[in-house]
T-cell receptor, first 110, second 115 residues
Framework: GNSVTQMEGPVTLSEEAFLTINCTYTATGYPSLFWYVQYPGEGLQLLLKATKADDKGSNKGFEATYRKETTSFHLEKGSVQVSDSAVYFCAQDSSYKLIFGSGTRLLVRP | EPEVTQTPSHQVTQMGQEVILRCVPISNHLYFYWYRQILGQKVEFLVSFYNNEISEKSEIFDDQFSVERPDGSNFTLKIRSTKLEDSAMYFC?????????????FGPGTRLTVT
């Protein structure tokens, strides 16, 4: 069945470091792909999305490119801030429901 | 900016009791969903709802669960007889479902604790 696999966390970085969180998916067809962020004690917020191959989603300095050939949607940010500390979830749209990865906790130290 | 709201934010109940979790989706959205997240685990799909009926449900969504849209604004999840393992954060979501836009917007969640 369809699934999403994310890199294990936690990822610990110093402020201004480069961030990559890997995400790969398995799917029949070409789903839309999403990154959601969950700040401590809060719900899920849509961070960015891409709906077709080679699309790049971007928001708040985060980017992810839909790579059909590698079935990947890795999240990147050039310079992280302490306020980016959160759990990041990769997800795919499958028959109008979202299938989430297990989440990757990011901790950014000053 | 419109948002999905959920009440209560935290519900404590005893095993075997019925609970109703409430959600107000974004007003012009057509698709509604419930997900749950057991502490420290991934977010899991429970059920989707469209045009006043369930469009899909997961294996988690057994006969103890039901959903309803009792009026034009609320969307509820009922658990008939709660079990300890129902303790989780429950998220409601909605999506426009028109013009090819199916991105889902989530509420802040209801933390359900079953004792």
């Amino acid at each position: 069945g369809n699934s999403v696999t994310q890199m294990e966390g936690p990822v610990t970085l110093s402020e201004e470091a480069f961030l990559t969180i890997n995400c790969t998916y398995t799917a029949t067809g070409y789903p839309s792909l999403f990154w959601y962020v969950q700040y401590p004690g809060e719900g899920l917020q849509l961070l960015l999305k891409a709906t077709k191959a080679d699309d790049k989603g971007s928001n708040k300095g985060f980017e992810a490119t839909y790579r059909k050939e590698t079935t990947s949607f890795h999240l990147e940010k050039g310079s992280v801030q302490v306020s980016d500390s959160a759990v990041y979830f990769c997800a795919q749209d499958s028959s109008y429901k979202l299938i989430f990865g297990s989440g990757t906790r990011l901790l950014v130290r000053p | 900016e419109p948002e999905v709201t959920q009440t209560p934010s935290h519900q404590v109940t005893q095993m075997g009791q019925e609970v109703i979790l409430r959600c107000v989706p974004i007003s012009n959205h057509l698709y509604f969903y419930w997900y749950r997240q057991i502490l420290g685990q991934k977010v899991e799909f429970l059920v989707s709802f469209y045009n006043n009926e369930i469009s899909e449900k997961s294996e988690i969504f057994d006969d103890q669960f039901s959903v309803e849209r009792p009026d034009g604004s609320n969307f509820t999840l009922k658990i008939r007889s709660t079990k300890l393992e129902d303790s989780a954060m429950y998220f409601c979501a909605s999506s426009p479902g028109t013009g090819g836009t199916y991105e889902q917007y989530f509420g802040p969640g209801t933390r359900l604790t079953v004792t």
